[in-house]
């Protein structure tokens, strides 16, 4: 049974930084690709950083050179390390896993059914 949990989110102010946590549950890292999507009300779920089977990482132009996507296998986690934080980063985060990159890979986020599991989000807050 696949479970993931989101953590670490909270309010910070501009330029600061925040690590999230996606602590995980019947996932193989080696045979799925793992993902950070963000979403703020309204808007559709944007991909930020994606993490494959085989350890290739991808950004969102917007967040290259500012997040990090990592991978602890020992600990079942993945994270998401954010610096010089934004106030249009402010979003809710989740963390995704898929066995298929079809989507994942290319920062989309898959259709209804399609399979992907997801948490349940942790709330980033940037202020000036």
């Known amino acids: 049974q696949v479970r993931l949990v989101e953590s670490g989110g909270g309010s910070v102010q501009s330029g600061g930084s925040l690590i999230l946590g996606c602590k995980t549950s019947?996932?193989?890292?080696?045979?799925?690709?793992m993902a950070w999507f963000r979403q703020t009300p309204g808007q559709e779920r944007e991909g930020v950083a994606v993490?494959?089977?085989?350890?290739?990482?991808k950004y969102a132009e917007s967040v290259k050179g500012r997040f990090t996507i990592s991978r602890d296998f020992q600990n079942e986690m993945v994270y998401l390390q954010m610096h010089n934080l934004q106030e249009e980063d402010t979003a809710k985060y989740y963390c995704?896993?898929?066995?298929?990159?079809?989507?994942?890979?290319?920062?989309?986020?898959?259709?209804?059914?399609?399979?992907?599991?997801w948490g349940q989000g942790t709330q980033v807050t940037v202020s000036s």
């Open positions: 995704a896993a898929d066995r298929i990159n079809t989507y994942l890979w290319r920062l989309r986020e898959p259709p209804v059914g399609w399979g992907t599991y």
């Open positions: 019947g996932v193989d890292y080696y045979d799925n690709c």
């Open positions: 993490l494959d089977s085989n350890g290739s990482t």
